[in-house]
């Protein structure tokens, strides 16, 4: 043994066949004790022999009886006789007095009474408490509709104020732009007739033919552009003053009377200048003007 090798046991010699030798004994001994216990187990055989005798030989007589004891009879006492059964105890409850069962049952009168007294007041107090609910659904049912109509009602006047407003400045626009092109007509009339002054008099409005505005004024009704409402209460008419040119271009246009349609005012409007040029006359000049008068049901 040194410091860097320990210690070890040395092995005996023969240590295989050491163990080889005892398995093979301990083979040997299982065997023997399996065949030396099944051995023993194997059940003997017997042998059974009868042995009979030749000389017939009486057999002795059998011994008497013996008489058995005398019994001994005792007497039997009667059974004693059952008890009669007990009578049940009746118990007979005390009879109320009168006066105590009057005071009940008036008690009990005045509770049942007083129950129903007190359910018909809470079925009083529940369909005056749903009659007042419905009340009160109903005021604020009416109270909204009739705000609702209020604010319609206004609506509808800012909405009519305002078309108004609209109205009375397309009307004022179309009459400054009328007076504008009619002084520019003026000014170009005088600048052709050498500005002697006597061409607005001759361009001036005359007498025109009935017949010339009847001709005329179905030419403008068949390019008026406009829808009826249904809601229209008669056929108010719109007038209009029509100056013309030599030409038979329109010098200026000037509302008379308004039918109270807006749109209509400015349907029959627009109609009047998309007619021009207009025809001459029966003279073969074209009129320095005529004045059409025109419905929203004629067209």
Request: aromatic share 4%.
């Given at each position: 043994m040194?410091e860097?090798a ?15 030798l005892?398995?093979l ?5 299982v065997?023997?004790l ?5 051995w023993?187990?194997?059940t003997?055989v017997?042998v ?7 000389q ?8 008497a009886?013996?008489p058995p ?8 006492p009667?059974a004693?006789?059952?008890?009669p ?7 007979t409850?005390?009879a109320p ?8 049952a008036?008690k009990?009168?005045?509770a049942?009474?007083?129950l129903?007294e ?10 005056k408490?749903l ?5 009160r ?7 909204e509709a009739?705000?609702?109509k ?14 108004k407003?609209?109205?009375k ?12 092109r009619?002084q ?5 009339m005088?600048a052709?007739?050498?500005?002697s ?9 005359r ?6 505005v009847?001709?005329?004024g179905?030419?403008?009704k068949?390019?008026t552009?406009?829808s ?5 209460a008669g ?8 100056q ?5 271009s329109?010098?200026g ?9 807006a749109?209509?005012d400015?349907?029959v409007a ?7 040029p207009?025809p ?5 000049a074209?009129?320095g ?11």
């Amino acid at each position: 043994m040194t410091e860097t090798a320990p210690y070890r046991i040395p092995r005996e010699p023969g240590r295989w066949r050491s163990l080889l030798l005892a398995a093979l004994v301990h083979l040997m001994l299982v065997g023997f004790l399996w065949f030396g216990i099944r051995w023993q187990n194997q059940t003997p055989v017997a042998v059974e022999a009868e042995v009979w005798d030749t000389q017939v030989k009486e057999a002795a007589p059998a011994p008497a009886p013996t008489p058995p004891p005398p019994v001994e009879t005792r007497p039997v006492p009667p059974a004693p006789a059952p008890k009669p059964p007990e009578p049940a105890r009746v118990v007979t409850p005390p009879a109320p007095k009168p006066d105590i069962a009057l005071e009940q049952a008036k008690k009990r009168k005045q509770a049942a009474e007083k129950l129903a007294e007190q359910k018909r007041q809470e079925k009083i107090a529940e369909q005056k408490r749903l009659a007042e609910q419905q009340k009160r659904q109903q005021a604020e049912k009416q109270a909204e509709a009739e705000a609702a109509k209020r604010r319609k009602q206004e609506e509808d006047q800012r909405k009519l104020a305002a078309e108004k407003q609209k109205q009375k400045q397309r009307e004022a626009a179309e009459t400054r732009a009328a007076e504008a092109r009619h002084q520019e007509n003026l000014k170009r009339m005088q600048a052709q007739a050498g500005g002697s002054g006597d061409a607005p008099k001759s361009q001036g409005p005359r007498s025109t033919d009935p017949s010339y505005v009847q001709r005329v004024g179905a030419k403008i009704k068949s390019n008026t552009v406009f829808s009826v409402p249904q809601a229209l209460a008669g056929n108010p008419p719109v007038e209009y003053d029509v100056q013309l040119l030599p030409d038979g271009s329109l010098r200026g246009l000037r509302k008379l009377r308004s039918s109270g349609v807006a749109g209509f005012d400015e349907a029959v409007a627009r109609a009047i200048e998309r007619s021009q040029p207009y025809p001459p006359d029966r003279s073969g000049a074209v009129p320095g003007g005529f004045t059409l008068s025109h419905r929203p049901k004629d067209q």
